[in-house]
């Protein structure tokens, strides 16, 4: 069976993106992927989805066989049927190392999420035998950790790595995937600042989960009692947009 050749197909990359005088980050943005990636692919690390096959051969002015090959074929040479047989079969086998490697990525993610459960549920837990529980842990608090939780699930294991087509096409400020919906006015999610979207999402909601109970635990020792009975719907409210400043911040800058 023909397998790809990730050094001499990164070695062709290479060549090919030079010969169109493109930076790595400008081929990213073509593909609406990241530097990183452009940067693996060239190292021989890694290959491409084999869904950025085609765009990348139009991107780069060849063919997807010259580029599954990594060489260029000239328009008097026929392939052999054996020669057609062996890159289906490349193909094949890269489309089966990209779901591997997505297997193993969400494996990684749901061990990530479970820690970060299990550290906020021991940390609340320990916080709660200290004392004060009952001021701290309120009716807030637990709102706050289920959601910031919920949404932590979401981005970390369920959120679709890319977004439709149109979403690059028009100026759309939402994304709804059965139930969990984000609509942020004034930014226009595409297939460029969506994996930076995800990244934030999941670092701000489990970063939530594991330090807003010390969080909240420090503010009621250093405050006091009345300061926190009085104020601590504002905090509330602060760890809230804290959730959505982030994401902002990404949609905005690689937008």
């Given at each position: 069976m023909f397998e790809i050749d990730k050094e001499r197909f990164g070695a062709f990359l290479l060549e090919l993106r030079k010969e169109k005088g493109y930076t790595q980050k400008q081929l990213a943005e073509k593909l609406f992927v990241s530097d990183k990636a452009?940067?693996?692919?060239?190292?021989?690390?890694?290959l491409p989805d084999i869904t950025l096959l085609g765009p990348l051969a139009d991107i780069l002015g060849v063919t997807v066989t010259e580029l599954l090959q990594a060489r260029r074929i000239s328009e008097e040479k026929t392939m052999t049927k054996l020669e057609v047989d062996d890159l289906v079969s490349g193909s094949i086998h890269l489309s089966v190392e990209e779901q591997e490697e997505k297997r193993v990525r969400q494996r990684k993610r749901m061990i990530c999420f479970l820690l970060c459960t299990a550290a906020a549920a021991l940390e609340t837990w320990g916080l709660m035998r200290t004392g004060g529980g009952k001021e701290i842990f309120s009716t807030e608090f637990f709102t706050i950790e289920g959601m910031c939780l919920l949404f932590g699930a979401w981005f970390l294991l369920f959120a679709r790595e890319t977004l439709p087509s149109f979403y690059d096409e028009n100026k759309i400020n939402y994304y709804s995937q059965g139930p969990f919906r984000i609509h942020i006015a004034g930014v226009h999610?595409?297939?460029?600042?969506?994996?930076?979207v995800l990244r934030a999402g999941r670092i701000v909601m489990m970063g939530i989960v594991v330090f807003n109970p010390l969080f909240s635990f420090l503010l009621f020792k250093i405050l006091g009692a009345a300061w926190w009975g009085r104020y601590r719907g504002y905090v509330s409210l602060a760890v809230v947009l804290c959730t959505f400043i982030p994401l902002v911040v990404a949609a905005k800058k690689n937008e």
């Open positions: 452009v940067s693996k692919w060239e190292r021989g690390l890694s999610f595409n297939n460029k600042n969506w994996p930076h």
